[in-house]
């Protein structure tokens, strides 16, 4: 079964931590671009970070530059998102997709259909 599943949400308090994972099954994940986009209640769906097939290139949103980091493991077929320093408005559901086309998922734009998307996961950071 080809697909992208999202792991790692959960609820956390302002300030805390969590690790997202983004696995690949059914196909090779080094051969593709991954983003993480988040869709907040309300809130149009938006880019978070993206990586590169390789991992060297990289690009964070304005609201979580410094506090999240986007990485991944070939070998393991996935890609995490480690996000430090959280806000309540970090609060979403978690999406990775994953493209082959740098042109189109470089711009972390949700109006293209990339070739996967995964099913998503909640993170509610709340005291």
């Known amino acids: 079964q080809v697909q992208l599943v999202e792991s790692g949400g959960g609820l956390v308090q302002p300030g805390g931590s969590l690790r997202l994972s983004c696995a690949a099954s059914?196909?090779?994940?080094?051969?593709?671009?991954i983003a993480w986009f988040r869709k907040a209640p309300g809130k149009e769906r938006e880019g978070v970070s993206l990586?590169?097939?390789?991992?060297?290139?990289?690009h964070y949103a304005d609201p979580v530059k410094g506090r999240f980091t986007i990485s991944r493991d070939n070998a393991k077929n996935t890609v995490y998102l480690q996000m430090n320093s959280l806000k309540a408005e970090d609060t979403a559901v978690y999406y990775c997709?994953?493209?082959?086309?740098?042109?189109?998922?470089?711009?972390?734009?949700?109006?293209?259909?990339?070739?996967?998307w995964g099913q998503g996961t909640q993170v509610t950071v709340s005291s």
């Open positions: 997709a994953a493209d082959s086309n740098w042109a189109t998922i470089g711009t972390m734009s949700t109006s293209f259909e990339y070739d996967y």
């Open positions: 059914g196909f090779t994940l080094s051969y593709y671009h």
């Open positions: 990586i590169s097939s390789s991992g060297s290139t990289t």
